[in-house]
């Protein structure tokens, strides 16, 4: 696939179907994220993957967590209790609006989905070691993009999103993920469903200019 095509396909896709992937692929899609620079070569992150059983019952204990309205303690909290600056906040209201206007009236949909976890058949769970540098948080930024491009490039779709690390326990009592690593990302991988309406929202960049500034002369 052409690189501006991986780049036109990828956007967050919010309904998966059941439609199986397959280890291959997964394995592939793997191994070209690892492709990603980090800092002196450190590759921090590690990766563990849920699919069949064990991606459908994690998909069900967080709905039932997140029905009996349990409260997110994702293991990077800390970094989620910031107050954002002025720019990313309006970029973020922007979304907001424009997502209610495209649903109009369907939010609904849009809230089963991430209460279901997307229905997404593959999720992938990045972490790195809890005795990290702030750049070791970029790299692993750097791998989850890579990993997504890779996804896309052999027909996927991706979704990564903060539901998925809501409830760190129940992603650990499934993938026996050691406690020395902080599960950092949660990446949903599969095929989208084709009917739903909220799979066919695609978010605004802001225009070039507001974001960047070359200087040629002294």
């Known amino acids: 696939m052409e690189f501006k095509d991986v780049l036109t396909r990828e956007h967050a896709t919010r309904k998966f179907t059941d439609q199986r992937v397959s280890e291959k692929t997964v394995r592939?899609?793997?191994?070209?994220?690892?492709?990603?620079?980090?800092?002196?070569?450190?590759?921090?992150?590690?990766?563990y993957v849920a699919e069949?059983?064990?991606a459908k019952t994690i998909r069900k204990e967080h709905e039932e967590k997140t029905l009996a309205n349990e409260e997110p303690h994702e293991e990077f909290d800390s970094l989620l209790n910031v107050e954002w600056d002025t720019f990313p906040s309006k970029n973020m209201a922007t979304m907001s609006e424009t997502l209610d206007y495209f649903l109009r009236g369907e939010a609904d949909d849009l809230?089963?989905?991430?209460?279901?976890?997307?229905?997404a058949p593959v999720i992938v769970f990045l972490t790195i070691p809890k005795q990290s540098p702030a750049w070791s948080i970029f790299d692993l930024g750097g791998f989850s993009q890579t990993l997504m491009l890779a996804a896309n490039n052999r027909g996927l779709s991706t979704m990564p999103a903060h539901a998925f690390v809501?409830?760190?326990?129940?992603?650990?009592?499934?993938?026996?993920?050691?406690?020395?690593?902080?599960?950092?990302i949660g990446i949903g991988l599969g095929y989208?469903?084709?009917?739903?309406?909220?799979?066919?929202?695609?978010?605004?960049?802001?225009?070039?200019?507001?974001?960047?500034?070359?200087?040629?002369n002294l």
């Open 52 to 54: 069949g059983e064990v």
């Open 111 to 119: 809230d089963q989905a991430q209460l279901k976890l997307f229905n």
């Open 192 to 216: 989208p469903n084709k009917t739903a309406t909220i799979n066919n929202y695609k978010s605004k960049r802001v225009p070039l200019d507001e974001i960047l500034k070359i200087k040629k």
């Open 28 to 47: 592939k899609v793997i191994e070209e994220a690892q492709r990603t620079p980090s800092l002196l070569n450190s590759q921090p992150w590690r990766i």
């Open 166 to 184: 809501k409830y760190p326990e129940v992603i650990r009592k499934y993938l026996d993920i050691p406690e020395d690593e902080t599960i950092g």
